[in-house]
């Protein structure tokens, strides 16, 4: 768990408020934790972009992609969203 606060928990809420936004109003079918993922990986590969734009040391020491990846839950009675940002684990996602 993150820091209430910090950069990267502050982008979860984000991300978890777009995937609400761009999934509502899609049929159950389309509600799946893959293509929520991909949406929330898609989500968070641009905001670290963004951040990466602004700070040199971030775009040298990430030079060959950023660290980290997002996780997706469905409660599958309520529909609700959760998302995690995580640190990717070598030779995984």
């Known amino acids: 768990m993150h ?9 979860e809420k ?3 408020k777009n995937v609400v936004m761009h999934f509502a109003n899609k ?7 893959a ?3 991909a949406f929330a990986v898609k989500q968070l590969d641009f905001f670290i972009a963004e951040v990466m734009k602004n ?10 992609g950023h660290p980290f990846t997002a996780k997706a839950a469905i409660n599958k009675e309520t529909m609700d969203f ?3 940002i995580v640190e990717r684990e070598p030779g995984k996602y």
């Not at 049929?27 to 934790?33: H, I, R, V, Y």
């Not at 040391?57 to 990430?62: S, V, Y």
């Open 82 to 84: 959760e998302i995690l």
């Open 35 to 37: 293509n929520v993922e």
């Open 55 to 64: 700070n040199p040391g971030l775009q040298r020491g990430w030079k060959n």
């Open 3 to 11: 820091e209430p606060n910090s950069m990267l928990s502050q982008m």
């Open 27 to 33: 049929p159950n079918s389309e509600k799946t934790l």
């Open 14 to 16: 984000l991300i978890r």
